[in-house]
Nanobody, 123 residues
């Protein structure tokens, strides 16, 4: 099965930047979407950004214009560049993957999950 491992989280001040990465391993599929989700303490997990197998991207309104999702097909790695970080971006960030025709932006589409990486933004 698909295995995912996130990296790149950390602590930054508001206005700073971080780049998250998600290494994938296991079987390869022609149709696979991937996405980033986050869960803040006391809140439900929410979709942040997704990318489908054709490279089309989707973003949550709260991060549009600040975060950029990308996929390096050569080494099967998903990235998310996060700029202009805000304290409300503080959360555990999860990488996820889904098979078939999917956008990567909806939790119900995703069958595989990483363990998460913590992002903390201080004011």
């Amino acid at each position: 099965q698909v295995q995912l491992a996130e990296s790149g989280g950390g602590s930054v001040q508001a206005g700073g930047s971080l780049r998250l990465s998600c290494a994938t391993s296991g079987p390869t599929y022609k149709r696979i979407c991937m996405g980033w989700f986050r869960q803040a303490p006391g809140k439900e997990r929410e979709g942040v950004a997704g990318i489908d197998s054709d490279g089309r991207t989707t973003y949550a309104g709260a991060v549009k214009g600040r975060f950029t999702i990308s996929k390096d097909n050569g080494n099967n790695t998903l990235h998310m560049q996060m700029n202009s970080l805000k304290p409300e971006d503080t959360a555990m960030y999860y990488c996820a993957a889904g098979l078939g025709f999917c956008s990567g932006g909806e939790e119900f589409q995703m069958g595989y999950w990483g363990r998460g990486t913590q992002v903390t933004v201080s004011s």
